[in-house]
């Protein structure tokens, strides 16, 4: 079996971001087993760390932004798809800066760093995800088409039409992460001539330069127009001659921009957080449908693993809150406060209980001589557990109601009646942001699944909602 690997020793690599033109310095340093990838921008007050996330995405303009913490890093893929492509697990990866170093504009700096630290096998094993149906991804408008099938290794197939007939259409293929060091991290990002000024209107690419990206020329240059770029690169050398590459800047493959293209998938598929054996054929790819389809992975992942597991839960401990600090968070009340214990509380999961007895008021009538649970209510007290976790983030949560927004993928696999223990475990489907939390439960019965659903809701502050109202005569 696999084990997990990380870095012998720490390494170091600077460079200006692209976008920014930021000087920053990252380091690679080892980490324990079962820590993942994760960002730190040490430049910061408290030092705050970013998981590399699929959930923690902000941004997919002309590169992958995530965000945690009240921090954000740019440009992650290139240093994403190093650590994937040289099969590591565990890693932190402190940032002096806002954006990752572009470098050249590929892995191959990342590549090289790693390298020299060295790799050491850990305790753990490795924890691949193996791809049991078919998945598919399309986005419509962009014409992005990806799609995963069952392969016993991580390969990648990729095709690019231009819409140029300069590059036409392209593919690339990677048939098993080995490959990635030779003949895909090499391959550096690029630009068509054309695109230059509309990334400089939008004040990006403050850091690129004739270094760090292929400049593809598809259409005749005016002479005033290759001076202003002679000034924008402060780089009296530039020049075209005819069609192909800028300064004639030797290509590392015929089809480098489709590879590249490849680079960009395995780099933005690390932030699914577990190495994968499937087949991913994408055609048209970019970082926005790269992250759709990561997303998609990985709930299929988490559905999986629920289903395995179950959920089993020590019930004999002693709860975080009871009934009396539960009711000075929520505004409900009888007949329709629906949890009666809240176990654990994180930052992003909370675990509440539910225990149902014959004198429910709604067993009266669900049903007389049959009594069930109704779904509804199910669904109810799971927001309520819910709705816990997100008033633990305000500081006076009797002040706030929480008010549902949207709940999908509601699914009743048991029925609930007297005597049962309902077990309630949630966790954030993404960050809390603007008071809208978009959560995904489970709730168990002696360790089975007997209900699970997505839930989004917000919450809304409502002056004096617990005092008494005065009634006049």
């Known amino acids: 079996m696999d084990k997990q690997r990380t870095l012998k020793s720490a390494v170091t690599v600077s460079g200006v971001g ?36 699929v959930d923690n995405v902000v941004d997919t303009a002309r590169g992958t932004s995530l965000e945690q913490n009240g921090a954000r890093v740019s440009t992650t893929e290139h240093a994403l798809g190093a650590l994937v492509g040289m099969e590591l697990d565990n890693i932190l990866i402190e940032l002096d800066g806002p954006e990752v170093p572009i470098m050249d504009g590929s892995s191959w700096p990342f590549i090289q760093a790693l390298e020299k630290a060295g790799t050491v096998e850990q ?9 049991k149906e078919n998945l598919t991804y399309e986005d419509p408008i962009k014409k992005v088409e990806m799609l995963a099938v069952p392969q016993d290794a991580y390969r ?45 209107k939008h004040n990006l690419i403050k850091g690129g330069d004739l270094n760090n990206a292929i400049v593809m020329v598809d259409k005749p240059i005016p ?18 001659k005819g069609r192909g590459v800028l300064n004639n800047t030797q290509l590392h493959f015929y ?36 992250v759709s389809f990561a997303k998609k992975i990985k709930e299929l992942i988490k559905k999986e693993r629920s289903k395995k597991a179950g959920f089993f839960y020590d019930l004999n401990k002693e709860p975080l809150f009871g009934i009396h600090e539960i009711m000075k968070k929520l505004p409900h009340r009888q007949p329709f406060l629906l949890i009666d214990k809240i176990m654990e509380l994180t930052p992003d999961s909370v675990v509440g209980v539910k225990n149902v007895t014959m004198n429910e008021e709604f067993f009266r009538g669900h049903f007389p001589g049959n009594p069930v649970m109704p779904g ?24 706030y109601i929480t008010l549902f927004m949207k709940i999908d993928n509601v699914k009743f696999k048991q029925k609930v009646v007297p005597g049962d223990t309902v077990v309630f475990n949630l966790k954030l489907l993404t960050p809390i942001r603007r008071g809208i939390c978009h959560m995904g439960g489970v709730a168990y019965v002696n360790g089975k699944a007997v209900m699970e659903a997505e839930m989004m809701a917000q919450i809304v502050k409502v002056k004096n909602i617990n005092k008494p109202i005065a009634v006049t005569a």
Do not use: W
């Open 255 to 290: 089809n480098e921009p489709a590879r590249h293209k490849l680079l960009d998938i395995v780099g933005d598929l690390a932030l699914i957080g577990v190495p994968l054996k499937a087949h991913i054929l994408a055609a048209r790819p970019g970082h926005a449908g790269n």
């Open 376 to 399: 509804v209510l199910l669904i109810e007290a799971m927001a309520q557990t819910g709705g816990i976790l997100v008033l633990s983030t305000v500081p006076d949560p009797e002040n």
């Open 156 to 200: 990648v197939t990729v095709m690019v039409d231009y819409n140029s007939d300069l590059l036409g259409t392209q593919h690339a293929s990677m048939y098993n992460i080995h490959e990635f060091r030779d003949q895909i991290s090499k391959c550096r990002t690029f630009v068509f001539l054309h695109e230059l000024e509309a990334l400089l």
């Open 223 to 240: 002479d005033e127009d290759l001076a202003h770029l002679r000034k924008v690169f402060n780089n009296d050398t530039v020049e075209v």
């Open 123 to 131: 305790e753990s094993a490795r924890e691949y995800y193996v791809l």
């Open 18 to 53: 692209l976008h920014t033109g930021k000087f920053t310095t990252l380091t690679f340093r080892p980490a324990p087993d079962n820590h993942g990838f994760k960002f730190q921008r040490i430049d910061l007050e408290g030092k705050p760390v970013i998981d590399a996330d």
